[in-house]
């Protein structure tokens, strides 16, 4: 069983910057494929930026160059460094990992981006 919490967001500014973060329970999370997702209000969720057990990374084309993932396998802690904030990044965002055959979510942090 693995639990995610995260943390982070927040009211922001268009142009600023948030983190975001996710602690993970569990002894496996060095192993494990990690991913952001986020849902706007009305829209469907959609896979923002993932990380391998490695560290390549991946990210939807309307984040890249704004958004950086980073994990720190010591603390079992994925990140969400959001930098240049536009009005349309605003939606909840959700830390999840698969591992066998379980996914697995976070309850979600709201970023909400204001002009």
């Known amino acids: 069983q693995v639990q995610l919490v995260e943390s982070g967001g927040g009211l922001v500014q268009a142009g600023g910057s948030l983190r975001l973060s996710c602690a993970a329970s569990g002894s496996i999370f060095r192993f494990m494929a990690m991913d952001w997702y986020r849902q706007a209000p009305g829209k469907q969720r959609e896979l923002v930026a993932a990380i391998t057990s490695g560290g390549n990374t991946n990210y939807v084309g309307s984040v890249k160059g704004r958004f950086t993932i980073s994990r720190d396998n010591a603390k079992k802690t994925l990140y969400l460094q959001m930098n240049s904030l536009k009005l349309e990044d605003t939606a909840i965002y959700y830390c999840?990992?698969?591992?066998?055959?379980?996914?697995?979510w976070g309850q979600g942090t709201q970023v909400t981006v204001s002009s």
């Open positions: 999840h990992t698969g591992w066998g055959s379980s996914d697995y």
